[in-house]
């Protein structure tokens, strides 16, 4: 809860829903993509990194980073918003660094330059998650 200026006590929602809710989003919207970026190239079945299980296992890890990094930043910064997105874009191209190396080295099984892209776009769905939810207010007073 929190005090608005009117004295009245607004429900906050709290940083675990938050997390949650961009978790539950950026996982269901990268296993979709995934699926249909795998079906679209025709993706072999032993390129593992599209499947569910370790599309959603990177995701969390991803989303979980994104919400320490929001929660520091927001505690910290004049700005929050602003630093959060600036962090989180040098993230994301650092993130992109070792899919750019499987054009070089394909150490995966049925690793495709399509399958590499995929994985690449996996990786601006849950930017683009992280950003857009983690940072949003959650109940405005009325």
């Not at 699926?35 to 296992?57: H, I, K, S, T």
């Not at 899919?99 to 099984?109: A, C, H, K, S, W």
Request: net charge positive; proline share 8%.
């Amino acid at each position: 809860m929190t005090i608005v200026p009117s004295g009245r006590l607004v429900p906050q929602e709290s940083a675990f829903a938050r997390t949650a809710l961009t978790l539950v989003v950026a996982g269901a919207a990268n296993v979709v993509v995934a699926r249909l970026g795998a079906a679209a190239f025709n993706v072999p079945a032993q390129f593992l990194a599209l499947q569910p299980g370790p599309v959603l296992f990177f995701t969390t890890i991803g989303v979980l980073g994104a919400a320490g990094v929001w929660a520091w930043v927001k505690r910290f910064s004049p700005a929050p918003v602003r630093w959060f997105q600036r962090v989180a874009a040098v993230t994301l191209l650092c993130s992109l660094i070792p899919d750019l190396l499987l054009f070089r080295n394909t150490p995966l099984d049925g690793t495709t330059p399509s399958a590499v892209v995929t994985l690449m776009v996996l990786h601006l769905v849950a930017y683009a998650v992280c950003v857009t939810v983690l940072p949003q207010r959650s109940r405005r007073p009325a």
